[in-house]
């Protein structure tokens, strides 16, 4: 062993300064690539065990738990800064988010005036069953640093899909003989994904609550093409052209006529018409809102933290019944697009260029 050692402190001894150098970078090197591939051996691991394994109560002291923790919070709080500097949802300078864990599933709460843990689990729409543990207390103050912890007994986190109804929307084109119609675009059923928090004692389901709910795929409405082309005489043909040209124009770009579907959306067009705006600003709200929440007043985003139909940021912001009053959400949702966006097409026209309204 020791003449080991001898020939290694010769070897070095007798390296160039060069051939040093080029040493010293080789094990770098080769020590950064075994690190990054530990690295990325963990991540899938870790993603792995979201899906195959049953979630557990998080905990600081478990090192696999805690890194992907941190790693769900990280992308979190990433999302949550863009979400705020660009005032999505209704965000603005008094709006601030607090980490929440519950049974190992991160969120971000956000709202206004946090004071204690209590008032971010109010705001947040959570509420504590008696047997759940929470750290820290309900009374502690809070930071945008605070984490709270909240364990819940004989719970498992279970994922469903639902499904999206598709619209039906009729567009006029006057390329079709007044009195037919034709089918351009088939209805297709979208998902919505949910993840719920579900307690099961001695095999009976006691609570279910959901933690997010989100559009998975947005549904695709079926389009119907309505005829409004006449016959004219060849005396008035130049005449009828001109007026085919506009009305082509006119109708390409029309979003059409849209009918409700459901109650969320039948209370929506009331207001749209109620506002002065046309059927077209009907159809552009649908489409918004269907990507955005699939017209769900549960639906809640855990990584930006918007809630509802409209996706405020926070869902308090909505006021009094903002958890699942459909009116109040609606109600919201077309006050923050008139004076951001001025009309819902506006806003769907914002979505489609940047992803978000």
Not at 144 to 150: G, R, Y
Request: some cysteine; charged content about 20%; proline content about 2%.
């Amino acid at each position: 062993m020791a003449e080991h050692r001898r020939k290694r402190s010769f070897t070095l001894k007798h390296l160039s300064r060069k051939q040093i150098v080029i040493a010293a970078s080789s094990f770098v090197a080769a020590t950064m690539l075994i690190g990054s591939g530990v690295a990325s051996a963990q991540m899938y691991r870790s993603n792995d065990k979201t899906v195959t394994e049953q979630v557990t109560s998080y905990s600081a002291t478990d090192k696999d738990d805690a890194d992907y923790f941190t790693a769900a919070s990280r992308d979190q709080v990433r999302t949550a800064k863009t979400d705020l500097k660009n005032g999505r949802g209704g965000a603005d300078s008094t709006t601030s988010y607090i980490k929440v864990v519950i049974n190992g599933k991160s969120e971000l709460v956000f709202g206004s005036n946090f004071t204690t843990v209590k008032s971010v689990l109010d705001q947040g729409n959570i509420t504590l069953e008696t047997t759940d543990s929470v750290s820290p207390s309900l009374t502690t103050k809070v930071t945008e640093s605070t984490v709270i912890t909240i364990n819940r007994a004989d719970t498992t986190v279970e994922t469903v899909t639902s499904k999206i109804a598709f619209n039906t929307i009729r567009k006029e084109d006057s390329s079709l003989a007044k009195g037919t119609t034709k089918v351009q675009t088939q209805g297709v059923e979208g998902q919505m994904e949910s993840t719920n928090l579900v307690q099961v004692v001695n095999g009976k389901t006691i609570s279910t609550n959901t933690l997010a709910s989100w559009v998975k795929k947005a549904p695709v409405n079926k389009v119907i093409l309505v005829g409004t082309k006449v016959a004219t005489s060849s005396s008035s043909s130049s005449s009828s052209k001109s007026s085919s040209s506009s009305k082509s124009s006119s109708g390409s770009s029309s979003y059409g006529t849209t009918t409700p579907v459901g109650t969320a959306q039948s209370i929506a067009h009331k207001k749209v018409l109620a506002k002065g705006w046309s059927e077209s600003e009907f159809t552009c709200l649908v489409k918004l809102w269907q990507k955005e929440s699939g017209w769900r007043t549960t639906a809640h985003n855990a990584s930006s933290g918007a809630h509802g139909i409209p996706q405020a940021l926070p869902g308090s912001k909505m006021g009094t019944g903002w958890q699942s009053d459909a009116n109040v959400q609606i109600t919201w949702g077309i006050g923050y697009i008139a004076s951001r966006y001025s009309t819902p097409c506006g806003a769907w026209a914002h979505s489609q260029s940047v992803g978000w309204y």
